[in-house]
Each structure stands twice: as structure tokens, then as C-alpha cells.
């Protein structure tokens, strides 16, 4: 089937430091790529919606300056989180969408960051 | 404004008993009904998709069913086993520009 690959798996930086996530579609290109935030025992938070090759969109309440979205390929998008604080240490996941069949969408096994 | 409403929260069952999570949603227009497990730390993995004319289907021991009239989809676990202890994450799709619909999630933990 068809897999996300996302890295790294988990991080750990210093509070003022940015930190890239990549998130991959390895089989089958993505012309939309989701970006969720994720705190403990609580369900996924879209953050944004990454077209290939134009802007992303971004959900009420996510600063994009503080999250960078690029998706410069049809099978890699990057989140880059800048000047990240401790308060932004949760689990981020992405996931990719193929309109094969019905559409589906494949998830990445999620990025574990913690800003000490 | 689209949404989808799962119950419930939570749920503890003994291993080897049945359950059935509930969703009920509310988009336009909609397309299909998707549920996902997502084990505790790791990224969801999808169960089924439903269109709208489909009722019923399953996937081993996971039965999805879908009422397109009353908007509502269900997710009935059999024999459960300690591994199906997770979130189930149910998400409507509109079809037009790719929208997603997510629900909170039911968070299920079977014991012994």
C-alpha cells in the first residue's frame, strides 16, 4: 500500500532554535499534503493544507509565519517550525492525498518534537 | 459548518467482548465516511471508506456501517483484543475541493 514516510520521528531542541520536518509520499504523488497538530489524549488539529506549487492554506489560529509549509514536489512537503518555544512541543503529523479510486489519504507516522 | 461528532469520549471494555462507536456527521456535500485507529504515538491508519451507497463493510474484525439518511456511521469491534486498544478517528469527505471533516476521536482501551 501506499506509505508517508515523515522525519525525523522525534526531536529535541533548544527553545529558540527552528526545527524542518519533512513528510514524503514514497509510492504515488500528493498534490495535497496535511499538516495536524496533536496533544496528548486529544484528537488530530489540522494546522494547514499544502497544494504542490502554491501557498498553503492555513486554519484559524495557526501562525504561518511560525509554521513554515512548503511543498515544493509532488511527494515532499516541509513544516518548519521557527523559534520554536516549549509550548510548542506536541506530536505533528502529516498526511498525503491521492485521488486514486475514491481518494485516499495516507498518514505519516508523526514527529515527536519537545522544546527544552 | 461541517462537522462530525463521535461517542463516546471514551470507552473501557474486558477483552473478547463487543463494542460499537458511534459518529454522526454533518457536511455538504458529502461523499464518503472514513474511520482510522490510531495507536498512541503513531500516525492513524485507515479501516474503511464508505461512499454513500454503501450500508455495511468490513474489515476482519471491525464492521463499519453507514446511514446516509440519518447521517450517521458506526463502528462495531468483535472479540475485541488488547490491541485494539486506540483512538478510532472518524472523517467525512465532501469530495468537492478535498475537504475533511474530523472527528474527535473515541479512545478505546481494552483489559484483561
Known amino acids: 500500500g501506499a506509505v508517508v514516510s515523515q522525519h525525523p520521528s522525534w526531536v529535541i531542541c533548544k527553545s529558540g532554535t527552528s526545527v524542518k520536518i519533512e513528510c514524503r509520499s514514497l509510492?504515488?504523488?500528493?498534490?495535497?499534503m496535511f499538516w495536524y497538530r496533536q496533544f496528548p489524549k486529544q484528537s488530530l488539529m489540522l494546522m494547514a493544507t499544502s497544494n504542490e506549487g502554491s501557498k498553503a492554506t492555513y486554519e484559524q489560529g495557526v501562525e504561518k509565519d511560525k509554521f513554515l509549509i512548503n511543498h515544493a514536489s509532488l511527494t515532499l512537503s516541509t513544516l518548519t517550525v521557527t523559534s520554536a518555544h516549549p509550548e510548542d512541543s506536541s506530536f505533528y503529523i502529516c498526511?498525503?492525498?491521492?485521488?486514486?479510486?475514491?481518494?485516499?489519504?495516507?498518514f505519516g507516522e508523526g514527529s515527536r518534537l519537545t522544546v527544552l | 459548518k461541517n462537522q462530525v461528532e463521535q461517542s463516546p469520549q471514551s470507552l473501557i471494555i474486558l477483552e473478547g467482548k463487543n463494542c460499537t462507536l458511534q459518529c454522526n456527521y454533518t457536511v455538504s456535500p458529502f461523499s464518503n465516511l472514513r474511520w482510522y485507529k490510531q495507536d498512541t504515538g503513531r500516525g492513524p491508519v485507515s479501516l474503511t471508506i464508505m461512499t454513500f451507497s454503501e450500508n455495511t463493510k468490513s474489515n476482519g474484525r471491525y464492521t463499519a456501517t453507514l446511514d446516509a439518511d440519518t447521517k450517521q456511521s458506526s463502528l462495531h469491534i468483535t472479540a475485541s483484543q488488547l490491541s485494539d486498544s486506540a483512538s478510532y478517528i472518524c472523517v467525512a469527505y465532501t469530495g468537492g475541493g478535498n475537504k475533511l471533516t474530523f472527528g474527535t476521536g473515541t479512545q478505546l482501551k481494552v483489559e484483561l
Open positions: 509510492d504515488f504523488q500528493a498534490t495535497t
Open positions: 498526511s498525503a492525498w491521492t485521488t486514486a479510486n475514491t481518494g485516499e489519504l495516507f
